[in-house]
């Protein structure tokens, strides 16, 4: 064992819940020592010096990891966007402003803290409005601003006139989308993110939402040099041809979703392909009306397609087994808030027949293999951050989901948040 540090904390007296081994265990001490756990089980004081350290009594809380959303926009309020941002040329010409970066900037500040706030002490940021959103994580990182842990693809690369301009770089051929994919690795970003298929937001006809879009040549070309740089590359896709692509492009992840096929699901599992269904996204179009919205009529007809589409999908994929699922709520766009991944993980036990505690297993251990940071997220175990959050002994979260919308208090790196 490690020699103890100075800024050594024991918490004791918690239960447990551990997404990885699917079990509660109770009467446990944990061992921080500065930012990650040193060590996790019962007893451990008894068996290290303890004598100079800070100990917390967690007093028989319920303890579980700092949830993960895998996928949001943090440049996104989740306000209903005006009108005016429709034109893809005036977003561009805005985005080019110093004022622009200021505000966008902003926002991404108070998301990423609002989501901390929530107990969401990771977030995977997919296509945002400014590259600005990699200085927030380094600032973040070393402690200058307060927000959750960013995980950023920077801006997500789509077939030129796609769906979702605001939030992408634009290309039209092999060569531009190497050009694009290295320029996002120089800027840091932690993944990649590709546009396999149109979307909802800005379609023009209907079933334009799930149509394919980037080519496979394409998609193999950016995935090779992503993977040579350690880097995973998740595809926005709406539909099952997308997903084809994908799955011959060397994708790692499939955002939203389609009706998959046995043959597609077979796939998906043999290759270790994630799917993220973000069915918070469909849930809040849903149970809004068009004005709330600010859908247009060939958007909402989209929207619902492609949202029984990706049921249906779910469905299939649960029951076929041996398929990784996450937990993304597409938090930042209109009518789904920032904070509020809870939402997903009710909805992936309700109407899909997950248990509470698989529910809660996509959003904590299934995001962190997504990203490809198990080894440091995703549970609380020895060489991981400290990333936790803590229910009193009446508000057990497995027994009622809704407790994760608001822990009793949250903890980052082994710091007191609230
Ligand atoms: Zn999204």
């Not at 004081?45 to 007093?59: F, H, R």
């Not at 009193?392 to 809704?402: I, T, Y």
Request: some cysteine; hydrophobic content about 40%.
């Amino acid at each position: 064992m490690e020699p103890l540090s100075s800024n050594t904390i024991l918490f004791y007296n918690f239960n447990y819940i551990d997404p990885v081994s699917c079990s509660i265990h109770s009467d446990m001490e944990m061992l921080v020592s500065g930012e990650k756990i040193q060590s996790i089980g019962k007893n451990i004081s008894k068996a290290t010096k303890t004598t100079n350290i800070i100990k917390i009594d967690l007093e028989n809380q319920w303890v579980l990891p700092g949830l993960i959303d895998v996928h949001c926009h943090l440049s996104g309020s989740g306000k209903k966007l005006p009108k005016f941002l429709d034109s893809d040329k005036l977003v561009r010409f805005i985005q080019k402003r110093k004022f622009f970066e200021k505000i966008i900037y902003n926002t991404m500040k108070k998301n990423a803290f609002s989501a901390l706030m929530s107990g969401t002490t990771t977030v995977r940021t997919l296509g945002d409005a400014h590259l600005c959103v990699l200085k927030l994580r380094d600032k973040i990182n070393s402690g200058i601003e307060i927000g959750a842990r960013i995980f950023s693809g920077g801006k997500a690369i789509a077939l030129k006139g796609c769906h979702g301009a605001a939030l992408c770089l634009d290309i039209t051929n092999i060569e531009e989308g190497l050009e694009i994919a290295q320029f996002l690795i120089n800027q840091g970003v932690d993944c990649l993110k590709v546009m396999a298929t149109g979307g909802v937001t800005g379609a023009k006809a209907i079933d334009e939402a799930g149509r394919p879009e980037l080519s496979i040549e394409v998609m193999k070309a950016i995935c090779d040099l992503a993977h040579q740089h350690g880097l995973k590359v998740t595809a926005h896709c709406e539909g099952t041809e997308g997903a084809w692509r994908c799955v011959q492009s060397g994708i790692d992840s499939l955002e939203h979703g389609a009706d998959y096929d046995e043959g597609l699901l077979d796939k998906l599992e043999e290759l270790k392909i994630a799917i993220i269904p973000t069915l918070a996204a469909g849930f809040a179009y849903g149970g809004h009306s068009r004005k709330e919205t600010g859908l247009s009529e060939i958007e909402l007809i989209n929207e619902k397609r492609i949202s029984k589409n990706i049921e249906v999908g779910l469905k299939r994929a649960i029951s076929h087994g041996g398929i990784l699922i996450g937990a993304g709520d597409d938090a930042g766009i209109p009518l789904v808030l920032h904070g509020k991944i809870a939402q997903e993980i009710k909805m992936l036990k309700k109407e899909f027949g997950l248990t509470s505690m698989e529910s809660i297993r996509c959003a904590t251990i299934n995001n962190a293999k997504i990203m490809g940071r198990e080894d440091k997220l995703g549970s609380l175990d020895p060489g991981k951050y400290a990333d936790f959050i803590t229910f009193n002994p009446e508000r057990n979260p497995l027994e009622k989901l809704e407790f994760l919308f608001n822990p009793d208090s949250v903890y980052k790196a082994g710091k007191y948040i609230r």
